[in-house]
């Protein structure tokens, strides 16, 4: 497991590199190398690279350019990296979830609360090709659920679109595919005939949903208060490492 700690407080990554070989001795899993350490956001992006890193611990107040502004630079590279922010307040979650942060840790944390960060990296490994079983040209296909961008009903079929830009049909009406997907709590029915993946979504605005491709999500004006509820609570969830 390749591991980066951006810190600019000695006490603190001290503690932490500390709590990461206790967690990695109990798990048998061996850190190699030995975390690299950062005291700065620049530090690190002077020798990033993407598929660098498997996790990267990111102090949130950082002399020069902050953990948020390292974050996004680090997106602009490497998109499947887990992001995991330290901070000493508790008011982040929406910020962090911008930069689709898989936890953060507010400190001072204690070695369960890492431990339950380092999990939760983990059992996203695993989910990353979560799917279920829908009706297909010649039979059973699967839908992988994280690779959504977003769905829609059009000509009595669903057309589902992946992140990546791939996409396909299904032949089934949307109410029964909809009662597929909105079980699983990143999954939204914004508009008629419409499901969004908050997975895919980079930032939601006055009527619509702008998607990390650019893409352009709307909401129905009558649905606005309940998808953003929903929404936000997701947020919330998301990076306390709920969802």
Not at 99 to 120: D, G, H, I, W
Not at 159 to 173: A, I, L
């Amino acid at each position: 497991m390749r591991i980066a700690i951006v810190e600019d407080v000695p006490a603190d990554w001290e503690f932490l590199l500390h709590s990461l070989k206790v967690w990695a001795l109990e798990n048998r899993i061996p850190l190699i190398p030995v975390p690299d350490l950062f005291t700065s956001g620049e530090a690190l992006l002077s020798k990033f690279q993407k598929d660098q890193y498997d996790i990267i611990f990111l102090d949130v107040y950082l002399d020069g350019i902050t953990g948020m502004e390292t974050a996004q630079k680090i997106r602009e590279k490497d998109g499947s990296c887990h992001l995991i922010f330290t901070t000493a307040f508790a008011g982040f979650a929406v910020d962090s979830y911008e930069v689709n942060s898989t936890y953060y840790l507010v400190k001072p944390f204690s070695p369960q609360k890492l431990s339950q960060a380092m999990e939760r990296c983990k059992a996203l490994c695993l989910e990353r090709e979560q799917s279920i079983s829908i009706p297909g040209q010649d039979g059973e296909q699967r839908l992988y659920l994280h690779r959504i961008a977003y769905t829609e009903y059009e000509a009595r079929r669903v057309r589902v679109h992946y992140q990546d830009g791939k996409g396909f049909s299904v032949p089934m009406n949307h109410r029964d595919f909809a009662a597929l997907l909105l079980p699983y709590p990143y999954f939204c029915d914004c508009m008629k005939g419409i499901l969004v993946n908050f997975e895919a979504v980079d930032k939601l605005m006055e009527d619509h949903f702008r998607l990390r491709d650019g893409s352009s999500i709307p909401i129905s004006r009558l649905k606005y208060k309940e998808v953003r509820e929903h929404f936000l609570n997701y947020t919330y969830a998301h990076a306390r490492g709920e969802l």
